[in-house]
């Protein structure tokens, strides 16, 4: 059972994140959800796909926006975090996953995944400048002190598998749809 401490630690980062996300909805990142006017179940749709610009979003910056309830960290990688994640061994990993299979080939600067921690599901730190990004330069739970790394694979701590990445493609270099 969590201490009142961690509770408190835990409810802390989500409403930090919550108010990032909002942040980033409305200044930094343009979201719209889509509406298919043929469908009768319109306000459903609305929910299940979002479009997300990411023409405002700097190199090394992350921003989160919400999809389904969940947070979606979206990351434009640096070319030391990319070089970074491809020269861990493979044997090294918990959860075995290539820099190649993270991300989508052409753009391997963006990475996209849902963040929840695999372990228990709190919100890791690591999106905003200046937050806690573990030991690998990535993302760090403080929940129980899972670290993942600049791909979000799982690489120290209690969490079995890497950050799980979302249904999403691009609809042209700087819009991506997800869902
Ligand atoms: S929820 Fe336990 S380490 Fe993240």
């Not at 921003?63 to 020269?87: C, E, N």
Request: with cysteine.
């Amino acid at each position: 059972m969590a201490s009142d401490a961690t509770t408190d630690t835990t409810k802390r980062d989500f409403l930090y994140v919550a108010t990032g996300a909002m942040g980033a909805v409305g200044t930094a990142v343009a979201v719209w959800p889509l509406i298919d006017q043929m469908n009768p179940d319109a306000s459903t749709l609305a929910l299940s796909t979002i479009e997300v610009s990411l023409s405002s979003i700097v190199e090394g910056e992350s921003v989160t926006v919400m999809w389904r309830g969940q947070p979606i960290f979206i990351r434009y990688r640096t070319a030391d975090d990319i070089a970074q994640s491809k020269a861990v061994p493979m044997e090294e990993l918990k959860d075995p996953a290539s820099d190649a299979e993270r991300v989508t080939e052409g753009q391997e600067q963006w990475l996209v995944q849902i963040g929840i921690c695999t372990h228990l599901g709190c919100v890791p730190t690591g999106q905003k400048s200046g937050s806690a990004k573990g030991d690998f330069g990535g993302w760090f739970c403080p929940c129980h002190g899972s670290h993942y790394d600049t791909a979000g694979r799982i690489r120290k701590g209690p969490a079995p598998l890497n950050l799980v990445l979302p249904d999403y493609n691009f609809l042209s270099d700087t819009l991506i749809k997800i869902g």
